[in-house]
């Protein structure tokens, strides 16, 4: 009987590299498209366009590879997953998927599925019971925590990537700004920041969740390698993990620093959350 991993948190606190980690370093199947975001747009934490254009986008540019392609032999099973999920979530309404069509043609050569969707965290508990209904009970969720400050300041430099004149002035002026306005995105960061409730809410509807360290993902590698293979009850190679960390994986320009004046508000805004995970971890043991 297949058995799932799913991946629920959180954002820029390191899914990317747990989703290559537990692709190259252990039996379980990670779908290609790293971030299905299903149940996130099923409950309406994500709109679903941004979806469909995100699918569309992906899928015209595998076109476009495999057109130009003279050399066929990356046209494997796990291609054929890609291609099928991103079809499926470009064009048929998110209701009217099977979760576990999204993992074939794959599906039934593995024992274990998974991915790794950071905006599950937030979901509302409807959407976390619907996610119990379709993956089951026994599935094993993993959630990852970082220091909710540097976890904030890489978030909105993603936001920032890539627009305009968003050089060291400019970045901290955005940032004031979103903080005093509020908005959307910033009770989305928010939510992202609070893992107490996240834990609580997916421990009443799973009985298998582990919280993970960014900090120990990233540096604590054998002992993080051991806690994945108690968790999950599979082996997990240490050496693989060990060649992944040795490159960035995912990662934003840390050059900006931040004003002490904007650091301590940040901090005052997050002290709970931080407390909170001092004490899950112990203190000093959730920073990076």
């Known amino acids: 009987m297949t058995q799932f ?24 199947y ?30 015209n540019r595998e076109i476009d590879r495999l057109v130009k392609a003279e050399d066929f032999a990356f046209v494997n099973k796990r291609y054929k997953n ?23 043609p794959v599906a039934k050569h593995y024992d274990m599925l998974g991915e790794i969707t950071p905006e599950y965290m937030i979901l509302p508990e409807p959407g976390i019971r619907k996610m119990r209904e379709v993956v089951g009970e026994d599935a094993k969720i993993l959630l990852l925590a970082r220091n909710p400050v540097k976890r904030f300041v890489s978030a909105f430099k993603l936001l920032m990537y890539g627009l305009p004149n968003s050089g060291q002035l400019v970045f901290e002026e955005e940032m004031l700004k979103i903080l ?15 893992y107490a409730t996240a834990l609580t809410l997916y421990r ?3 009985p298998h969740v582990l919280m993970l360290s960014h900090d120990a993902l990233f ?19 240490l050496g693989n993990y060990q060649k992944i960390v040795g490159t960035k994986v995912n990662a934003l320009d840390e050059t900006k620093e931040l004003s ?28 990076a």
Request: negative net charge; charged residues 20%.
């Open 180 to 194: 005093d306005t509020g908005g959307e995105w910033m009770r989305v960061q928010d939510a992202l920041n609070d």
């Open 219 to 237: 540096g604590d590698v054998e002992g993080t390698a051991a806690t994945l293979a108690e968790f999950l009850e599979i082996p997990i190679s």
């Open 5 to 28: 991993v799913i991946g629920i948190g959180s954002q820029r606190a390191g899914s990317t590299l747990l989703h290559r980690i537990l692709e190259q370093c252990s039996p379980i």
């Open 204 to 206: 009443q509807e799973f």
């Open 30 to 59: 990670m779908n290609p498209v790293k971030e299905l975001h299903y149940f996130d747009t099923l409950f309406h934490v994500r709109h679903e366009s941004v979806l469909k254009h995100f699918s569309v986008n992906q899928l």
């Open 260 to 287: 002490d004046a904007t650091l301590a508000l940040l901090q005052t805004r997050y002290e709970s959350n931080q407390q909170y995970l001092d004490s899950f971890f112990g203190e000093g043991n959730c920073v």
């Open 82 to 104: 890609s291609l099928r999920a991103n079809f499926l979530l470009a064009t048929k309404p998110i209701q009217k998927i099977d979760y576990i069509d999204l993992f074939r």
